[in-house]
């Protein structure tokens, strides 16, 4: 039985079916991380239901990285690429070139290993870790630790360059430092386009 898509739109055929569902999907994904990104760079509220400032910042760039992985699961390969990645890469005629930072997988792994990565900056160097965010005004003492001694804050929303930067501490031999950036702005780009490309098919779903 043909179950509905959008109005007036109904599924039949397998190839059909997925196409709506990953269009769907990824229309909701897509547009929650344009969401977030809004939220994180715009001004910050005074009115707001979060406990501070720094959860306010850590629900939307928690959320951020949720989307990115769960976008990156539709599009990107785990190794050999299955059908359904290649017919959704097809789709939206995407390439790891044109989607740099949506293709990049290990800045959302190490968000979901943040604990395990917490408790090497503990254990190694004192330091609590955790989630970090760099204002504007920044005490500059505050802003040259996190720009120097990266060990030490594995996950920090810098305002001041529009980023998000990770340390990787974790199954390094030699104590050296994996770092990571996502300048939001060129995501933000990336994700627009993404969702023109949507749109696109959406629209042809509907015609």
């Known amino acids: 039985m043909p179950y509905l898509i959008y ?66 699961d539709y599009l990107v390969p785990k190794g050999n690429a299955t059908d359904f990645i290649n017919l959704n890469r097809n789709l939206y005629n995407f390439t790891d070139d044109t ?44 802003k040259d630790s996190v720009t120097n001694k990266k060990e030490y804050y594995p996950y920090t929303l810098d305002l001041e360059n529009n980023s998000i930067v990770f340390s990787d501490n974790r199954n390094r031999s030699d104590g050296s430092i994996e770092n990571y950036s996502i300048d939001l702005l060129l995501l933000r780009k990336e994700l627009n386009e993404l969702k023109q490309r949507i749109a696109v098919l959406e629209s042809h779903h509907k015609s």
């Not at 190839?15 to 977030?36: H, K, P, R």
């Not at 609590?128 to 003492?141: A, H, I, P, Y």
């Open 7 to 72: 109005p007036g739109v109904y599924a039949y055929t397998e190839d059909y079916n997925t196409e709506v569902v990953v269009n769907y999907q990824l229309s909701y994904l897509v547009d929650s991380a344009l969401l977030s990104i809004d939220r994180v760079l715009g001004e910050y509220p005074q009115n707001h239901s979060y406990l501070n400032k720094i959860q306010y910042y850590r629900f939307y760039v928690d959320h951020l990285m949720m989307c990115l992985g769960r976008i990156n």
């Open 99 to 142: 989607f740099p930072i949506i293709s990049e997988k290990k800045p959302r792994n190490l968000v979901e290993h943040l604990s395990e990565r917490n408790n090497i900056t503990i254990k190694n160097y004192g330091s609590v870790g955790g989630f970090n965010v760099l204002f504007l005004d920044s005490d500059k003492e505050l």
